[in-house]
């Protein structure tokens, strides 16, 4: 009687552990690109209000103004953790339904970045920016950065170091911006 017992909590268990597996993998596959959403930062008179809309192109052409810096904000689920990137719109092709946007994460040999402003220095983490043709680093993208993760307002002047993986120094200006490719990164000119 007991054997029986045993045996049956036994597949009991197997076919619940089976379950949760499943429900889990199909939950992690359905969850690509979860949440995609446009994200607008408004920066009139260096106010920075963020609004985010279901992500369409009528919703972007809607929207948006000559005070805005525009994002797709993707939320996606890579080994089981949810992570969140942002792809800048420049332009309205840059609004394109991508069905699995883990494709243009780059692999780019950015070490560090950090911003220095009044003889402080205040750290960038690229990892949210970090897709293929994602344009960071300009003035509107800087000043809407200092604000939301340090509150800092006031960026008149500043400068940009950049590190890459081979210790190579880059400084820019508010007159550069960085593009990110799959294997590194190009520095602008405006």
Known sequence: MTSTINVALYWILYFYRLFVYCYNDINRKLSINKDTILLFINTYNDNYKESTFNMSLVNY???????NISFVKYRIVIDNIFKTYYKRIV????????????????????????????NNEYSININEFNLVNNKILD????????????????????????????????????????????????????
């Open 139 to 190: 003035e509107p993208f800087i000043k809407w950065y200092l604000n939301k993760h340090y509150n800092i307002s006031e960026t008149k002047a500043y400068e940009i170091v950049v590190i890459d993986n081979d210790v190579n120094i880059y400084t820019l200006t508010n007159n550069n911006y960085m593009i990110i490719t799959n294997d590194t990164f190009i520095i602008k000119t405006i």
């Open 91 to 118: 332009t309205e092709n840059d609004i394109v339904e991508i069905n699995d946007i883990r494709k243009y994460i780059s692999n780019s040999n950015i070490l560090s970045i950090n911003v220095v402003l009044n």
């Open 61 to 67: 052409r809607k929207y948006n103004n000559n005070n």
